[in-house]
């Protein structure tokens, strides 16, 4: 019940396109959703982030859609450059005091020029 | 405003030995998580860490890993009598007191265990 399941493994994009990730939880109790970029060799840099209370959320090129009736979530990035190549990580975490964020998999974007 | 510090950010110790991580939270920050990834992995949550006191160890291997938060200083992870299993990327996050769960990382320590 804690867990987040991601996919792809993996994604190749061309240049301009869009990359989709998805993830699924089963925890109702989750109330914040975040996503991470890691670059090779560095620490996961907070992208965006969304609770549930809305659907949408869109910052620049970064849209996270959010279905709480389907439990599931997903990052849409727009115009994709190769700069975007990286691994991508979603999460969950409960609130309160409880902050520990539950971690998917992640995907390894590649965008192609 | 730096970002979270960590040290140092490579560790090669022996089987047997002991291994101390450190962690500096952001300015202002006084929540500090603990998470271990191994290659192709993603981030697993180890523990959580205010001043003086942890929240939750929940995620903390039973026996050779503590980690402490002093009054002064970084939050300290130490793992004793290291295996080869514990060679992985160890990083660490603080977040702000209003928002526990908006977490910034640090650039990890890269633990090798010869």
């Known amino acids: 019940q804690q867990q987040v399941k991601q996919s792809p493994q993996s994604l190749i994009v061309q240049k301009g396109g869009i990359s989709i990730i998805n993830c699924a939880y089963e925890?109702?109790?989750?109330?914040?959703f975040p996503w991470y970029q890691q670059f090779p060799g560095k620490g996961p840099a907070l992208l965006i982030a969304?609770?549930?209370?809305?659907s949408e959320k869109k910052e620049g090129r970064f849209t996270i859609s959010f279905n709480k009736s389907a439990k599931q979530f997903s990052l849409h990035i727009m115009d994709s450059q190769p700069g975007d190549s990286a691994t991508y990580f979603c999460?969950?975490?409960?609130?309160?005091?409880?902050?520990?964020?539950?971690f998917g998999k992640g995907t390894k974007l590649s965008v192609k020029p | 405003n730096a970002g979270v510090m960590q040290n140092p950010r490579h560790l090669v110790r022996r089987r047997g030995q002991e291994a101390r991580l450190r962690c500096s939270p952001m300015?202002?920050?006084?929540?500090v998580y603990w998470y271990r990834q191994l290659p192709e992995e993603g981030l697993k949550f180890m523990v959580y860490?205010?001043?003086?006191?942890?929240?939750?160890e929940s995620g903390m291997p039973k026996e050779r890993f503590s980690a402490e938060f002093p009054k002064e200083g970084p939050s300290i992870l130490r793992i004793q009598q290291v295996v080869r299993g514990d060679s992985a990327a160890y990083f660490c996050?603080?977040?702000?007191?209003?928002?526990?769960?908006?977490?910034?990382f640090g650039p990890g320590t890269r633990l090798t265990v010869l």
């Open positions: 860490l205010q001043k003086e006191n942890i929240i939750d």
């Open positions: 300015k202002g920050h006084s929540h």
């Open positions: 999460a969950a975490s409960i609130g309160g005091s409880q902050g520990n964020l539950i």
């Open positions: 969304i609770r549930p209370d809305v």
């Open positions: 925890n109702t109790a989750f109330d914040y």
């Open positions: 996050a603080s977040s702000p007191v209003r928002v526990p769960d908006t977490q910034y």
